[in-house]
């Protein structure tokens, strides 16, 4: 899956890429993504799922995320549980300094992102949501804030937590240090010159949590987003 290229045009601040999935990665089936959630957080709801037979347009399959009140008091607890529990998966999690200021300081979540998520909670109505993603390869090479501009008007940005939730139930994502880096412009902070967005990628010696400017381009990189349903 790394044998996709994509040129572009490095003057407009995007750069050729070869990076991509690790071969071994697959979208699990969304109930199994459920099964998983449920024995993590046992506080959850099991249901089951049928999903419908057409993906959006630019999406790679169907994700299960929870709603974050349902398994935590506040974000910033969630983060801190949820890279704990990476840990545990992945053996080492790094955590820049400049992404421990942002959780203890600027942490937010995006207007777009939110009022995403409330809307498939009014939509779906259950503490575990589903929702199609793409988990970096449609933005591959381009920077957070080209990617951001290129985003249609029915996709949206995910952010790190959702992320983190995807590599608990697709530990496969990330299988070594070659991997695409996953780019969650749903959160992240602007400090008062540019906008940064949080980033999570596997090193040398584990998960490697980061905060980047949003105009950094990389051919490593690759933005994460989600996308509403045509109901």
């Keep these: 899956m790394r044998?996709?290229?994509?040129?572009?045009?490095?003057s407009r601040g995007i750069v050729e890429s070869d990076y991509g999935y690790p071969q071994n990665y697959r979208v699990k089936d969304i109930n199994e993504q459920i099964d998983i959630l449920c024995t993590i957080f046992p506080q959850l709801d099991r249901r089951e799922v049928t999903i419908p037979s057409r993906l959006?347009?630019?999406a790679?399959?169907?994700f299960?995320?929870?709603r974050w009140e349902a398994i935590s008091r506040g974000e910033k607890a969630l983060l801190l549980e949820?890279?704990?529990l990476l840990q545990c998966r992945y053996g080492y999690t790094n955590v820049y300094e400049e992404y421990k200021r942002w959780q203890q300081e600027h942490m937010v979540i995006s207007q777009k992102l939110r009022r995403a998520l409330e809307w498939y909670y009014n939509q779906q109505q259950h503490d575990i949501l589903v929702i199609p993603a793409q988990l970096g390869r449609k933005y591959v090479g381009l920077s957070a804030t080209q990617a951001l501009s290129a985003m249609s008007g029915l996709e949206f940005p995910l952010g790190i937590l959702e992320v983190s939730v995807l590599l608990l139930t697709h530990p496969e994502?990330?299988?070594t240090a070659n991997d695409l880096v996953l780019v969650a412009p749903?959160?992240?902070y602007f400090d008062g010159a540019q906008c940064y967005s949080?980033?999570?990628g596997l090193g040398s010696q584990g998960l490697i949590f980061s905060m980047r400017a949003n105009n950094e381009f990389a051919p490593y990189k690759g933005v994460v987003s989600g996308f509403y349903l045509v109901i």
């Design 3 to 10: 044998t996709q290229s994509q040129k572009l045009d490095q």
């Design 56 to 58: 959006p347009e630019g």
């Design 60 to 62: 790679e399959g169907w």
């Design 64 to 66: 299960a995320i929870p």
């Design 82 to 84: 949820l890279q704990n």
């Design 173 to 175: 994502r990330l299988s």
């Design 186 to 188: 749903g959160n992240g």
């Design 198 to 200: 949080a980033q999570c």
